[in-house]
């Protein structure tokens, strides 16, 4: 996968990112708290105070729990690509690539209207997933309290874990780069496009949080979303050639 063509899915993580706001934005603020002890919450985990920190080790948590949870992306991105490189050396069926490319934007189709709460569909998806999480969630009670660097880039990396149909909607993406490198280049361009919003999460905390929850907010992000799956969707249906449209398609050409 080309570079041009990981500019849409940086695009997917930055628009997608409002829905993080509400999966991550409280612990990213908890990790940058300053002046009070502060409660950490982690879905149905144990909660644990965080000792007051200065402005400069609070950001830097977050940036390490960031990079943790980046991290974990990458590794699955790389478990999808080589997971289809290989099935597909195995089978030698060359039709894989259209079935995953259709589904690609069909699942970009469901996020952008789960983001706009129109269709709740995906979270039958992230159902599904809390099949894994139940496995990793254990695991957080022994990074709690989080006051070390190594403590948050191991959070972070059990928390890229959690159930998340936008992840799982870009993991479909990183599954049509056909190799570990791709997938993995594929996961970091998304990691990287909800990043500036989980750093501003750790500076503005809730004042952020509240203005990204705003109805038109997640109406235009779910909207952008769902443009790249029905732009991929037309592609495929009526065979455009390469261009220009392939910087705008998720997947890139077929």
């Given at each position: ?128 997933g809390n099949l894994l999480w139940r496995r990793v969630q254990p695991a ?48 970091l361009a998304f990691g990287l496009g909800t990043l500036p919003m989980l ?56």
């Amino acid at each position: 996968m080309s570079g041009l063509n990981l500019l849409p899915v940086f695009a997917v993580g930055l628009a997608g990112s409002v829905h993080c706001v509400g999966m991550c934005g409280g612990i990213v603020g908890a990790l940058s708290s300053t002046g009070t002890r502060r409660t950490i919450p982690i879905g149905a985990a144990a909660t644990a105070a965080l000792p007051a920190i200065s402005a400069f080790d609070g950001t830097l948590r977050v940036v390490t729990y960031n990079a943790g949870r980046i991290g974990s992306y990458m590794l699955a991105g790389a478990l999808a690509g080589g997971l289809a490189n290989g099935a597909a050396s195995l089978s030698r069926i060359a039709q894989w690539q259209s079935v995953a490319y259709l589904l690609a934007n069909a699942m970009l189709i469901a996020l952008g209207l789960y983001l706009m709460d129109a269709w709740r569909g995906l979270a039958r998806v992230e159902a599904a997933g809390n099949l894994l999480w139940r496995r990793v969630q254990p695991a957080m009670k022994h990074l709690l309290p989080m006051n070390t660097l190594p403590k948050a880039f191991a959070l972070g990396g059990l928390w890229g874990w959690v159930p998340c149909g936008m992840v799982y909607s870009v993991l479909l993406t990183a599954l049509l780069s056909g190799s570990a490198a791709g997938g993995a280049a594929t996961m970091l361009a998304f990691g990287l496009g909800t990043l500036p919003m989980l750093l501003a999460l750790g500076l503005a905390g809730a004042r952020l949080r509240a203005a990204m929850q705003k109805k038109a907010v997640r109406i235009a992000c779910g909207l952008l979303v769902l443009g790249f799956g029905v732009l991929g969707m037309v592609r495929y249906a009526s065979g455009m050639p390469h261009g220009w449209l392939d910087a705008l398609c998720i997947g890139g050409p077929l």
